[in-house]
């Protein structure tokens, strides 16, 4: 066993098949991750990864009752996101913020994941093909990846406190195999925060510019040859870092955090468009 520690979860002991996995290049790679995107250049209190969010929905599955494969899923569930996470989607123009789940299959195939789950008697088609009702679900149902983002991102993002989300998830349980909340006062608490959450951590113009701008210098830079497409599944900093080798890109990056261009950005821009989302949690 090993054990992992969040600040949402607390400590956890979880089986060597997980060691196993994090300890491939693919896991690895999300630690290098933001999950906010490009939204640290401009708020570096928004700073955790893509890999922190893996791991905590692992241990809300886990701490749902979910079956091992679940909790495998749940922690492989981002290992395609591009550097940046959504950036990669408006750079690619794909306003259903869904480029990850296309290229999901083909970056699970070529990482080390497959053989690491032989090893311990899984296949990784269970993880393509299966069924997994805690860890994915339509909008506006909750599950466990919305959920936890919902907290993590809210938390970081400054629009509830961890406290109230630790509160929160002593009254989640599960419905039919899917999430359920028991109180309607808690039920009316997360709709509330997952609203919050959209309105003012993710379509703030400040964080819309930052990712925005992001996504046009990729753009641009690709067009150029400057970046080819392999470079956005590596991490952040190796990206920022082969970018900042031409002046240009240098001086970019330099204006992003210094905001320069914002208001013309924000009325002229390529401002990204976020999909419209609501929340409808049930109650049991």
């Not at 401009?42 to 009752?65: F, K, Q, W, Y």
């Not at 190796?238 to 013309?264: V, W």
């Amino acid at each position: 066993m090993i054990q992992v520690n969040d600040f949402l979860y607390g400590k956890m002991e979880l089986p060597m098949v997980f060691s196993d996995l994090l300890n491939t290049d693919a896991l690895k790679r999300l630690g290098g991750i933001h999950q906010s995107g490009a939204i640290f250049l401009v708020n570096p209190d928004i700073c955790h990864s893509r890999l922190e969010h893996a791991i905590g929905v692992t241990m809300l599955i886990r701490m749902l009752g979910g079956s091992e494969l679940e909790q495998i899923a749940g922690l492989l569930h981002d290992i395609s996101h591009t550097a940046f996470s959504h950036v990669g989607d408006y750079v690619f123009d794909n306003t259903d913020e869904d480029y990850h789940e296309k290229v999901f299959a083909e970056v699970l195939y070529k990482s080390e994941v497959p053989d690491v789950l032989l090893n311990y008697g899984y296949n990784v088609n269970q993880i393509l093909y299966g069924t997994f009702d805690i860890l994915e679900q339509p909008l506006p149902s909750l599950c466990a990846d919305r959920l936890d983002y919902t907290l993590r991102d809210g938390i970081h993002g400054g629009v509830i406190s961890r406290q109230r989300a630790r509160e929160f998830l002593t009254s989640i349980v599960l419905k039919d195999g899917k999430i359920a909340v028991n109180a309607e006062t808690e039920v009316a608490w997360i709709n509330e925060a997952f609203e919050k959450l959209n309105n003012d951590v993710f379509k703030l113009p400040l964080h819309l510019y930052a990712n925005g701008k992001m996504a046009e210098l990729i753009k641009k830079f690709l067009n150029k040859g400057i970046l080819v497409e392999s470079d956005l599944f590596k991490t952040d900093t190796m990206l920022l870092n082969k970018i900042r080798t031409s002046f240009e890109g240098y001086e970019a990056i330099k204006s992003i955090k210094q905001l320069k261009g914002f208001a013309e950005f924000m009325r002229h821009g390529a401002v990204p468009k976020i999909k419209t989302r609501t929340l409808n949690a049930l109650l049991v």
